[in-house]
């Protein structure tokens, strides 16, 4: 068995509103920063696997993913993996 | 000016528990997929900002990390930077 680390971005779909941006945004006006626009904020997770190879430990995170980290209906995710 | 936009990881740092992260890897194992260990949970940012050169996109991001995206107490950040 090897262990791979996964580096996993769940956004929120580009259709969908994202209201905690949109008050990032507006903060940057305030902090001098108005040239910084449309932020997005969406979860950034990471997490260790022991597979028996990169394509099992592939399967197991995109299983993950779908079933746990993102919400497909306002969510995308993707995500790398690399042996730890 | 050109246009830049600015990919954001800001983590939990190491030395700081993750309840969420915990709680997350605790459903690994209810979900079937107990070889996930050790998710930790932070952000994921997106951002376009207008700036005359990479490294002034730099700078700015820079600055909006360290005075409004992380606290950095308890988070670290890192960033990479491509034209638009």
Do not use: W
């Amino acid at each position: 068995m090897t262990k791979f680390l996964a580096e996993i971005d769940v956004m929120p779909k580009k259709e969908i509103l994202d209201p905690q941006g949109k008050a990032v945004t507006g903060s940057m006006k305030n902090l001098g920063l108005a040239e910084i626009q449309n932020v997005r904020i969406g979860k950034h997770i990471t997490l260790e696997i022991e597979a028996a190879s990169a394509e099992i430990a592939n399967a197991k995170v995109d299983e993950a993913c779908k079933n746990l980290l993102a919400n497909l209906i306002m969510e995308s995710y993707t995500f790398e993996i690399k042996e730890a």
